[in-house]
């Protein structure tokens, strides 16, 4: 599976945008870009996913570079209840299994 | 509503002792997911299965069973062959297996082994 590298952690403040870096250099043709977060003591949601164009949905926007090699999540303002970890991850178009999940970042949010 | 359940929420067990946890989902998903995650890590995939009566090992399968009698459930039993079961245990299920439909998880069962 393609590797994914994450900041363990970032902080941001309430009513504020973040945006968490996701990067794939080694990602194929092929995969798309899954995020999920999970927050404490929780299973794992999804929050959006791409293969090449910029994607919007109500949780966030997923940025994709170019070259695909890089990606952000952008939450637009976030909100204590956004505060979790968050998962980048990749999965092969062409019949991946399963999701391989790394640390992830973990996103603090003050007032 | 529909969704995924599991059962209990919390678990304990002595050393050396069988335990079954139970994951039940009403989405009427072909493909259901264990997951293992120890404290600070990211989930591991331990078994999955996309039909009923088969199932796939994931990345850590050793020392744990599961079956797939119906669609709507996928017991996962840790056995006593597996060295360190005290971990929190989440179960996901899909529609499809493929690569871009989401996983919808469970709520967990934490399991500690005395």
């Known amino acids: 599976d393609a590797k994914t590298t994450q900041p363990n952690s970032m902080e941001s403040n309430e009513e504020e945008p973040v945006h968490l870096p996701c990067n794939h250099s080694?990602?194929?043709?092929?995969?798309?870009i899954h995020w999920y977060r999970q927050l404490p003591s929780q299973g794992p949601e999804y929050v959006i996913h791409g293969l090449t164009s910029n994607v919007n949905n109500r949780m966030a926007s997923l940025a994709i570079a170019e070259d695909r090699k890089s990606s952000t999540l952008i939450l637009h303002r976030a909100t204590l209840r956004d505060a979790a970890v968050y998962y980048c991850?990749?999965?092969?178009?062409?019949?991946?299994?399963?999701?391989?999940f790394g640390q992830g970042t973990r996103l603090t949010i003050n007032p | 509503d529909g969704g995924i359940t599991q059962s209990p929420k919390y678990l304990f067990r002595k050393e050396g002792q069988n335990v079954t946890l139970s994951c039940e989902q009403n989405?009427?998903?072909?493909?259901m997911y264990w997951y293992r995650q120890d404290p600070g890590q990211g989930l591991r995939l331990i078994y999955y299965?996309?039909?009923?009566?088969?199932?796939q090992k994931g990345d850590i399968a050793e020392g744990y069973s599961v079956s797939r009698e119906k669609k709507e459930s996928f017991p996962l039993t840790v056995t006593s062959a597996q060295k360190n079961p005290t971990a929190f245990y989440l179960c996901a299920s899909s529609r499809q297996e493929s690569s871009y439909n989401e996983q919808f998880f469970g709520p967990g069962t934490r399991l500690t082994v005395l």
């Open positions: 299965s996309q039909i009923v009566n088969d199932f």
């Open positions: 989405l009427n998903h072909d493909a």
């Open positions: 991850i990749l999965r092969d178009g062409q019949g991946a299994q399963k999701l391989v």
């Open positions: 080694t990602i194929s043709g092929t995969d798309y």
